[in-house]
């Protein structure tokens, strides 16, 4: 007796230790409320362990495992001994799914992407307040709720606020942590390139003070579709003095809220913008802009930047075939047709001051 029990131990204790039959790394998903034997099946249809089901099942007893296994989608590791997949369940250590938020998405955009992925459960009750969801890299296990997911971005948000708020530039003409998740988004849509946002923010904290509109594009976009975010089409002229909340070519200030959820840098950036007199900015048609302090020297910007259009137009456009529509046939609201049809230039973002007379301010195109 001595000797087949000597013998048993022995026998089971190479087992537990033997690598498995796996040849490679794969993630396995644990059911619900599957038992020893539900789960020993799964694991032998995806080739963790081989075709002897029992030997999973005892050495789980004699580990003294059976209550501590747990459900959910597990990495295991290639050539995974029985001991290496039970300690893997037991510990809990499911597959965690990145994603990634991108900076300057409305809350109606980033939940439809949530709705989207097949990693989460549920559903989302409500759109979250414009802003309040901070655009990150996050990890999830699968099944986790789209509701639970919505709650981390808006305590991350909370978090990240409250710091930045605390290291904010001491005359900062922003008097609430929610004005400056609104200036910020502004920020954030105007520019894309990390060494700008703290001198765009200095613009428009520049205008804030001097009492001049802000006259952002975005927030005319956000004006007319709301947390849709994108407008599909150039602004026409006719919108740019459309009555909004938002359209800070129309109102004075900030807009009542934010136009979309800001990351951190520009939250930092609205907190603590750059030192300039700078009331300007036009896109210096290299992806970036060219800022100035005076409307003088902008609009020596804008020309520069329309000369370059006109450069990349002549060097890019092709002998039309049938003649060009005649201005009859245009609306007088609708934007002008592009010059060369084949890669047209892009349009320049353009601020323009408050001091100048409606009747001698350019239209802004984009």
């Known amino acids: 007796m001595m000797i087949a029990v000597g013998g048993t131990y022995i026998y089971g204790k190479q087992k537990i230790e033997a690598p498995g039959p796996l040849q490679e790394d794969k993630i396995v998903n644990i059911p619900?409320?599957?038992g020893v034997t539900d789960i020993a099946e799964v694991l032998q249809r995806e080739g963790v362990i081989d075709n002897n089901r029992w030997a999973f099942i005892g050495s789980v007893f004699a580990l003294r495992a059976r209550s501590e296994l747990?459900?959910?989608?597990?990495?295991?590791?290639?050539?995974a001994s029985l001991r290496d997949v039970i300690s893997t369940i037991v510990d809990g250590k499911v597959v965690q799914h990145s994603i990634t938020v991108p900076e300057g998405l409305t809350s109606e955009q980033i939940v439809a992407r949530l709705s989207d992925n097949d990693v989460f459960s549920g559903s989302v009750r409500e759109i979250p307040r414009e802003g309040t969801l901070l655009p990150e890299t996050y990890k999830f296990p699968r099944g986790t709720p789209r509701e639970q997911v919505i709650a981390r971005m808006q305590q991350a948000q909370k978090r990240a606020l409250a710091e930045i708020w605390e290291r904010r530039s001491p005359d900062l003409p922003i008097k609430t942590p929610e004005q400056l998740?609104?200036?910020?988004?502004?920020?954030?849509?105007?520019?894309?390139?990390?060494?700008?946002?703290?001198?765009?923010?200095?613009?428009?904290v520049n205008r804030l003070r001097q009492?001049?509109?802000?006259?952002?594009?975005?927030?005319?976009?956000?004006?007319?579709?709301?947390?849709?975010?994108?407008?599909?089409?150039?602004?026409?002229?006719?919108?740019?003095?459309?009555?909004?909340?938002?359209?800070?070519?129309?109102?004075?200030?900030?807009?009542?809220?934010?136009?979309?959820?800001?990351?951190?840098?520009?939250l930092e950036a609205a907190a603590n913008p750059a030192r300039t007199r700078d009331l300007y900015f036009v896109a210096d048609g290299t992806g970036g802009h060219a800022f100035s302090d005076t409307y003088d020297q902008h609009q020596k910007n804008v020309a520069k930047l329309r000369a370059m259009e006109k450069q990349i137009q002549n060097d890019t456009v092709e002998p039309a075939?049938?003649?060009?529509?005649?201005?009859?046939?245009?609306?007088?609201?609708?934007?002008?047709?592009?010059?060369?049809?084949?890669?047209?230039?892009?349009?320049?973002?353009s601020r323009q001051g408050a001091s100048q007379s409606s009747s001698s301010a350019p239209a802004v195109q984009r």
């Open 181 to 204: 998740v609104t200036l910020a988004s502004i920020i954030e849509k105007e520019t894309g390139k990390a060494d700008e946002r703290s001198r765009v923010a200095s613009v428009f």
């Open 211 to 266: 009492k001049i509109r802000l006259q952002s594009d975005p927030t005319i976009i956000y004006g007319l579709v709301g947390g849709k975010g994108t407008l599909g089409r150039p602004i026409k002229r006719g919108e740019i003095q459309q009555p909004s909340p938002y359209n800070t070519y129309v109102i004075d200030g900030l807009p009542p809220g934010p136009i979309a959820n800001p990351g951190r840098a520009s």
């Open 321 to 349: 075939e049938d003649p060009p529509p005649t201005a009859a046939n245009a609306s007088a609201d609708s934007p002008s047709p592009p010059v060369a049809p084949v890669k047209p230039a892009k349009r320049p973002r």
């Open 70 to 79: 747990k459900p959910g989608e597990y990495q295991f590791q290639k050539r």
């Open 32 to 34: 619900t409320r599957a």
